[in-house]
């Protein structure tokens, strides 16, 4: 008797103590990612060190290495001891850990404002190798040789030894030196690429001086200010783009013999191992047609084209060559050549080896060469909605999991491939840090994170699929049901919208890849449903081209597949549907306000493309062609032809010095409303570019709330 009433009164006193964890409610400050406590904890500056068995961490302003079979934990150095040693070679001390790069066992790399050092922890001596002006940017530096390649405006310089050597001299602005081109697309992140020995230096040049000016107006003075930038627009001039080449021996530069007075695109520069070549896709502006070019980087000659690839729709570059360590005269691409990206083996003088992958599935990132014959690699093999770390062996193509959980996964490989660090989560993870050796099992957790989520009422979240009409593909869909839930009720919808590529929503990782904000509305009572149209990244080379030269029509088809669901449910009040996105996510939502009118009783977006030919060379004219070549899909795209058919509510938001999709875009919309007579919301983040950061996306997050709320709730 005596042992039964603990029993219950254990378990009344668990269930309550569990049901008062789960009562706490998100705030609009938490659904705006202001709240740090919700974010899943980091192991910071984590990599391997050196070419050891061993790991690098910092916690708690101190720095230590693991062992990675072991776990055997050392202190290497504590911000104490970095201060006490910088102290001794008189340079000012820090208030935090810099970031730390080792580069050999014992030493360490780090930069602090502009200042470059050399750290011999063991020794306690500090070495300064470099410095540059405050006033430099796209700064890059060369371990090997400490010196250090940095922009001022428009120009290329470098220092060595604390010495500034000026590479390119253009007076005119237009011309811009060392910096990103085409505006970020094809993979392209940087405009300074070394040599392996650091002797020489590559660079972009770009020419502007045919691109339009596009002015973008900063109200913060007294009499407001223009500040202009180059914006080529689908159809209209743009940039030409030249690869230079600076030899540190002989203080000379050449341009490689690609043509200077062309609108192609260079992506994907890869220097040789041996430094002597240097290897450019070279994509003509319609973007349908790739050369795989081979240059010689001290004469600047085109010594080979390797291959080319062609596409009657088009061609996407955007991964280097991986050159193979253990056989310099190979590399792998990536192509999607046979409809999904997939690595393939060649040698420089341009023959095809093998396909070393082969599959329904995409190759999404390229880990390395390691254990002489193996390629270690991301990729979507298990699900589309997973990315697990897998190798292949050269020799026969056999490709292994080496990830043992479901869901998203990033690595860091020891130099010699026999261990790996996995960073993943999932529906079931928030993040999880492991050590796995190279047959996959796990050798140790470094930290599994507590769900920081744990005691808030969350709405239930299931990933499910629908058949699309368009070709029967699956098409991925998220649904987070409200709070409390009763399936005798009915909830108003929020459907949340991207839709274009290289985006995904739906994913195998921590609240499905939902995030925060959908989250708060879903625990104010709304249901909250994601679908992955044809377009979306992971799927494909065909799923995403059926959207080419008609943005917005096949994807809309696919999102009314989501609404034919949606009102098949009896818990779905049909009578109280909103749309809400951002960018592409925004021209997705307006579309579906205004080319299937009365669907949807609310819209919400922000940043939102209106019209394809106010949109850039390089992304747009890859999905869209040119106004010129394609006038009819540009106008059946164009929001403005539709804006008289708008019901319900629309509320569309915008930064005014937003670079990516113009202020002009919504300001069109707006004009056109009035012109028709419709009535609609408008509300604009001065000086706020493609997107609402900092404490303002607070404001932003309530507004959307509220809108929604006023329209949507009884």
């Known amino acids: 008797m005596k042992k039964w009433t603990f029993t219950v009164l254990a378990l009344f006193f668990a269930t309550t103590f569990s049901l008062q964890a789960q009562q706490k409610t998100m705030t609009a400050a938490d659904a705006s990612y202001l709240n740090p406590a919700l974010f899943p904890k980091r192991v910071n500056q984590l990599q391997w060190l050196g070419k050891t068995d061993h790991y690098v961490f910092s916690k708690n302003d101190s720095l230590f290495k693991a062992d990675a079979l072991h776990g055997k934990t050392t202190l290497l150095f504590d911000l104490h001891t970095l201060n006490l040693d910088l102290k001794k070679a008189e340079q000012d001390t820090v208030q935090r850990f810099p970031r730390f790069q080792f580069p050999v066992t014992g030493k360490a790399d780090f930069e602090v404002k502009g200042r470059f050092y050399l750290y011999d922890y063991t020794q306690h001596q500090i070495k300064k190798l470099n410095q540059i002006p405050d006033t430099a940017e796209n700064v890059s530096f060369n371990p090997k040789t400490g010196k250090v390649a ?22 005119n602005p237009d011309d811009v030196n060392g910096q990103i081109v085409s505006r970020n697309e094809f993979g392209i992140t940087k405009g300074i690429f070394w040599s392996p020995n650091g002797q020489k230096l590559a660079f972009y040049r770009k020419d502007q001086s045919r691109v339009f000016n596009y002015p973008l107006v900063d109200i913060n003075h007294r009499i ?21 080449v600076y030899d540190f021996k002989t203080g000379k530069t050449l341009f490689l013999k690609t043509d200077p007075k062309s609108e192609q695109y260079l992506t994907n520069i890869t220097w040789g191992p041996a430094g002597k070549y240097i290897y450019i896709a070279v994509l003509n502006r319609d973007q349908n047609h790739m050369w795989l070019n081979k240059y010689d980087a001290s004469t600047g000659k085109l010594v080979k084209t390797l291959f080319e690839e062609t596409n009657p729709k088009y061609v996407e570059p955007l991964f280097p060559l991986y050159f193979n360590p253990f056989n310099p005269d190979e590399f792998i691409w990536n192509s999607r050549r046979d409809g999904w990206n997939h690595l393939y083996l060649y040698n420089t003088d341009g023959k095809l080896i093998k396909q070393l992958t082969k599959g329904k599935w995409e190759v999404t990132h390229v880990l390395g060469y390691f254990r002489k014959h193996y390629v270690y690699f991301i990729s979507t093999k298990e699900s589309p909605l997973q990315q697990n770390i897998y190798s292949v062996d050269l020799r026969n193509g056999k490709v292994i999991r080496l990830s043992p959980d479901h869901g998203t996964h990033s690595a860091k490989v020891s130099k010699d491939g026999k261990y790996i660090i996995d960073i993943f989560s999932s529906t079931d993870v928030c ?34 699929t629908l058949k ?69 990244e992971n799927r494909g080379r065909d799923f995403e081209q059926v959207i080419f030269r008609h943005l917005g029509t096949n994807e809309i088809k696919d999102q ?28 997705m939502t307006t579309s579906l306000m205004v080319r299937t009118p009365g669907v949807f009783q609310v819209g919400v977006a922000g940043g939102p493309v209106i019209d394809w030919k106010y949109y850039e060379v390089m992304y747009g004219e890859r999905y869209m062609d040119t106004p010129q070549q394609n006038p009819e899909g540009y106008k059946e795209a164009s929001l403005l032809n539709y804006v008289d058919n708008l019901k319900g509510h629309l509320l569309l938001i915008h930064g005014t010095m937003d670079p990516v999709v113009v202020w002009q875009h919504s300001l069109l919309f707006v004009q056109k409303a009035i012109h028709d007579n419709k009535l609609m919301d408008y509300f604009v983040y001065p000086g706020h570019q493609h997107g609402v950061t900092g404490r303002d996306r607070l404001q932003l997050t309530r507004k959307i709330k509220s809108y929604f709320d006023q329209w949507l709730k009884p």
């Open 560 to 587: 009314l597949t989501g609404v034919k669901y949606l009102k098949s449910l009896p818990y779905v009040d049909t009578t109280r549907m909103g749309v809400d996105g951002w960018s592409f996510g925004g021209f």
């Open 224 to 244: 407001a200010k223009v500040k202009y930038i180059k914006y080529p627009m689908a159809g209209t001039p743009s940039e030409y783009v030249t690869l230079g």
């Open 150 to 171: 940095f922009t001022i405006k428009n120009n290329l310089y470098f220092a060595e030894n604390g010495k500034v050597t000026q590479i390119t001299h253009d007076k």
């Open 468 to 536: 699309s009409t368009i070709d029967g593909a699956p098409l991925y869909c998220r649904m987070i049901k409200p709070v409390g839930f009763d399936s005798t009720k009915k909830y108003p919808v929020i459907v949340y919208v991207y839709g274009g590529p290289h985006v995904q929503l739906i994913t195998d990782s921590w609240l499905g890849g939902a995030g925060f904000m959908l989250n708060y509305l879903a625990e104010n009572g709304y249901l909250i449903f994601t679908l992955d149209n044809h377009g979306s």
């Open 431 to 464: 993040r999880r840090y492991q050590v796995l050796n190279d047959r996959g099992r796990i050798v140790r957790v470094i930290q599994n994170d507590k769900d920081p989520l744990a005691d808030y009422k969350l709405g239930k979240m299931s990933i499910f």
